[in-house]
């Protein structure tokens, strides 16, 4: 194992520094989608046209070829009492912290949240909340209600009345108990056991079990992030979310055992980013010594280290400045700095990330549960023109234009005389016609 984490080093001094560093960023991006006319992505569209075509009857052919699970249209939707009996039977002590993850999110979300109307004079804006979302939430053998929380809670908070969950029946057949006993305590009621192409194409488009949503959010494997992007113009979509990546800028003074546990936790991810941008060469091999040592305890050892060696990096640059100019350029989901008292120094520089995580007791963990922001945030460089779900995400705004008589007659000479510029005849008379006595 030691020789195939030294592998991951990378120096300023290297041959083709540049180049390799550009080449792993452009290998991380294309991991979020198939290319459309790829095998893979050919097949993403016929699912789709299948759903389009055949409804329901195509989303149960799909989940018994994927998930191994026969399913009827009747036995997609989890029936009420299954939620409530879930809540029920949720571990207390995780409730209580389910709560509090519930109670920051939404108070930050709340604090952030612009979707109060405005008016200016003759002009204003009018916003207004999503009707129907649908939020889709991995399936695993494992829970993860915190996906959950990081997408309902910011609808809930801009007042979306419908909320619809989907996620693959992976837990016995079904929708793991806890991820149900979540949506119970946030009063979701319209939950499917299906997930995949088929359930974003469901939720699209409509079957005649499930009604169709005006956007779909949350995150997927490359599956589900492909359909995403193929129905977007259907419907809203929060993001085109890849592999979980964290780009952690550190310093002399950081220490490597955190450094390391912070990487593992991307890269367990299989597949994950995990990068380590420093100026301190003695850091760098520090962190690899811990990497080798901690990767012995995971369960998923293997898969971590494949990852590591496909998708990570541990970089050494020539000086702080350049893994600020590097970190700007990947525009990583998450960014870790741990300098010290230089931390929210650098912090200020950042132009380009997904969330940033400022000092050596703020891991990603502490976003992915608790702090308040939507742990839901784009990757694959998107994030130098994207930003994390929020509220805000939820809401349309429509723009709202008033004028009287004299307002108009006061613009009429210059709205017509851009619409004649155009060669907009009918345009001209519309506001002609109302000059007239």
Request: glycine share 8%; aromatic share 6%; proline share 4%.
């Amino acid at each position: 194992m030691e020789k195939e984490l030294k592998k991951i080093l990378l120096s300023y001094t290297s041959k083709n520094f540049e180049q390799k560093l550009s080449n792993l960023h452009a290998k991380v991006c294309e991991t979020a989608t198939f290319n459309p006319s790829s095998p893979e992505g050919k097949k993403v569209a016929e699912i789709i046209g299948k759903v389009r075509n055949n409804g329901d009857k195509a989303v149960a052919f799909y989940t018994n070829q994927f998930d191994k699970v026969k399913l009827t249209s009747a036995q997609f939707k989890i029936s009420s009492n299954e939620l409530k009996a879930a809540h029920k039977n949720i571990d207390k002590k995780l409730l209580t912290s389910i709560r509090k993850a519930i109670a920051n999110v939404k108070k930050y979300q709340q604090e952030i949240f612009i979707g109060k109307n405005k008016s200016f004079g003759s002009t204003g804006i009018k916003y207004l909340p999503i009707r129907r979302v649908g939020l889709c939430i991995p399936g695993a053998s494992a829970p993860l209600p915190s996906t959950v929380i990081m997408t309902a809670v910011p609808a809930l908070v801009a007042g979306v009345k419908e909320i619809v969950v989907v996620s693959p029946p992976r837990y016995k057949g079904s929708i793991h108990p806890t991820i149900l006993a979540t949506c119970y305590e946030l009063g979701i009621t319209e939950v499917y056991r299906i997930g995949g192409v088929q359930a974003v194409a469901a939720m699209a488009l409509g079957t005649k079990t499930i009604k169709p949503v005006d956007m779909i959010a949350g995150p997927g494997n490359k599956w589900v992030s492909t359909a995403k992007k193929m129905l977007f113009g259907q419907v809203k979509i929060d993001s085109i979310a890849g592999p979980s990546e964290v780009l952690i800028i550190a310093d002399k003074t950081a220490n490597p055992a955190y450094i390391a546990a912070d990487m593992l936790s991307q890269a367990e991810h299989a597949p994950g980013s995990a990068l380590l941008f420093t100026p301190s060469g003695k850091l760098a091999q520090k962190v690899i010594g811990e990497l080798e040592k901690q990767i012995t305890f995971l369960s998923r050892g293997k898969q971590t280290i494949d990852c590591l060696k496909q998708y990570s990096k541990v970089v050494i640059f020539k000086n702080i400045g350049q893994c600020i100019e590097w970190a700007n350029n990947f525009a990583t989901e998450h960014l870790e700095i741990q300098c010290g008292k230089k931390s929210h120094e650098i912090a200020q520089k950042i132009d380009n990330a997904g969330a940033i995580f400022i000092g050596e007791y703020s891991p990603v963990a502490t976003g992915d549960y608790f702090a308040g922001p939507s742990h839901t945030l784009p990757t694959g460089g998107c994030a130098r023109f994207s930003s994390a779900l929020t509220s805000n995400d939820f809401v349309k705004s429509t723009s709202i234009i008033e004028y009287d008589r004299n307002k108009i007659l006061k613009s009429a000479n210059d709205i017509i005389r851009l619409a004649q510029a155009e060669g907009l005849d009918a345009h001209a008379k519309s506001v002609k016609i109302r000059l007239e006595k």
